[in-house]
C-alpha cells in the first residue's frame, strides 16, 4: 500500500511565476491537509479537504493560494505569483474516513524555493 | 486560543533515557500526537494520547495529563537514529478530523 505521494519533491521557480504542487492521499484516504514548513518553524496548516470540497481554508493566504481535490485525480495546492518569503517546504498528509480523530499520514513533501 | 509549547533544542547521549516535554492549550480537547521528523523528511506517527496516563510503545512512551494540559514523549536506549526533531500536535479546537496544530518541535541530538 504506497504512502502519501507527493511531487515533484524539489521546485524552482523566479518571482512572479506560478507553483503547481500535487498530492496523492493513500489509497482509501478521502481527506487531505496541507501543511507549510519554514525553516526552523513548526508546520503551519493551510488548508483541509475532502473530495470536490474545501472543508477548512482558515490558514491558507486569501491572495494567490488555492487549493483543490476533484473527484479524479491528486489534490492541487495551487500558488500563483511567488515571492521570496513563498520558499518552504510544503507537506500533504492524508487519513480515512472515519468519525473519530485519526493519525495524519504526512507525505515527503515538495521543497519550493523562490528565485 | 491555541499554543503548544516544547523545548527547543535537547541533547543527549546514546544508551540514555531523555524525555521532551510539552505543554498545550486548547479549546475543547481531543487528544495529543507525537510525530518524528528527520532533517528534510516527512513526520512520521509516533503516538496518539487522548486519556490519562502513560501508554509505552517499545523504547518510546507517551505521558498526558489533560488536568495539567502537559504531555512527554520518553525515549528510552537512545540510538543515534533517534536524532531528529519531535512535534507534539493537537486537534484544532476538538473536532474530530480536523487539522492538527503544531508546536515547533524539539530538536534531539544524540551524541556517542
Known amino acids: 500500500n504506497a504512502g502519501v505521494m507527493q511531487n515533484p519533491r524539489h521546485l524552482v521557480r523566479r518571482r512572479g511565476q506560478e507553483a503547481r504542487l500535487r498530492c496523492s492521499p493513500m489509497k482509501g484516504h478521502s481527506h487531505v491537509y496541507w501543511y507549510r514548513q519554514l525553516p526552523e518553524e513548526g508546520l503551519k496548516f493551510m488548508v483541509y479537504l475532502q473530495k470536490e470540497n474545501i472543508i477548512d481554508e482558515s490558514g491558507m493566504p486569501k491572495e494567490r493560494f488555492s487549493a483543490e481535490f476533484p473527484k479524479e485525480g491528486p489534490s492541487i495546492l495551487r500558488i500563483q505569483q511567488v515571492v521570496r518569503g513563498d520558499s518552504a517546504a510544503y507537506f500533504c498528509?492524508?487519513?480515512?474516513?472515519?468519525?473519530?480523530?485519526?493519525?495524519?499520514?504526512f507525505g515527503p513533501g515538495t521543497r519550493l524555493t523562490v528565485l | 486560543g491555541q499554543n503548544i509549547d516544547q523545548p527547543t533544542e535537547m541533547t543527549a547521549t546514546e544508551g540514555a533515557i531523555v524525555q521532551i516535554n510539552c505543554t498545550y492549550q486548547?479549546?475543547?480537547?481531543?487528544?495529543l500526537f507525537w510525530y518524528q521528523q528527520h532533517a528534510g523528511e516527512a513526520p512520521t506517527f509516533l503516538s496518539y494520547n487522548v486519556l490519562d496516563g502513560l501508554e509505552e510503545k517499545g523504547r518510546f512512551s507517551s505521558f498526558l495529563s489533560r488536568s495539567k494540559g502537559y504531555s512527554y514523549l520518553l525515549l528510552k536506549e537512545l540510538q543515534m537514529k533517534d536524532s531528529a526533531s519531535y512535534l507534539c500536535?493537537?486537534?484544532?479546537?476538538?473536532?474530530?478530523?480536523?487539522?492538527?496544530?503544531f508546536g515547533k518541535g524539539t530538536k534531539l541530538s544524540v551524541k556517542p
Open positions: 486548547t479549546s475543547g480537547f481531543n487528544g
Open positions: 498528509a492524508s487519513s480515512p474516513r472515519t468519525s473519530r480523530v485519526n493519525e495524519q499520514f
Open positions: 500536535a493537537v486537534p484544532r479546537g476538538g473536532g474530530s478530523q480536523g487539522n492538527l496544530i
